[in-house]
């Protein structure tokens, strides 16, 4: 009997490492098929005191200046989560600008 060429009998566990598996394949073909694009997605969920809270992930070329005031204006009061967006002006200190 040839014990090199005997296949090794799946277990149960087996199956959720497949299903893993596919879950990446998956998940790398969407990522590649995305390059160029761009996108956001939000999901939106209450504290306890019934503020909105959103979470934001976005991908790609977005304007996250008029996301987040498009969120605001649908979402008054809403704690934002992951837009982080550039300030317009910077402040510039003079005693570090001499450095």
Do not use: C, H
Request: proline fraction near 3%; aromatic fraction near 12%; charge should be negative.
């Amino acid at each position: 009997m040839n014990y090199w060429k005997m296949k090794k009998k799946k277990s149960f566990f087996d199956v959720f490492e497949d299903i893993d598996k596919i879950f990446e394949e998956m998940q790398k073909s969407f990522t590649s098929s995305m390059k160029g694009s761009s996108g956001y997605s939000i999901s939106v969920t209450y504290d306890e005191t019934g503020r909105p809270v959103v979470k934001v992930e976005t991908y790609g070329d977005v304007d996250k200046a008029s996301l987040k005031k498009e969120i605001e204006r649908k979402y008054p009061g809403a704690k934002i989560i992951g837009l982080k967006t550039e300030p317009l002006i910077e402040e510039i200190n003079e005693d570090e600008e001499k450095d």
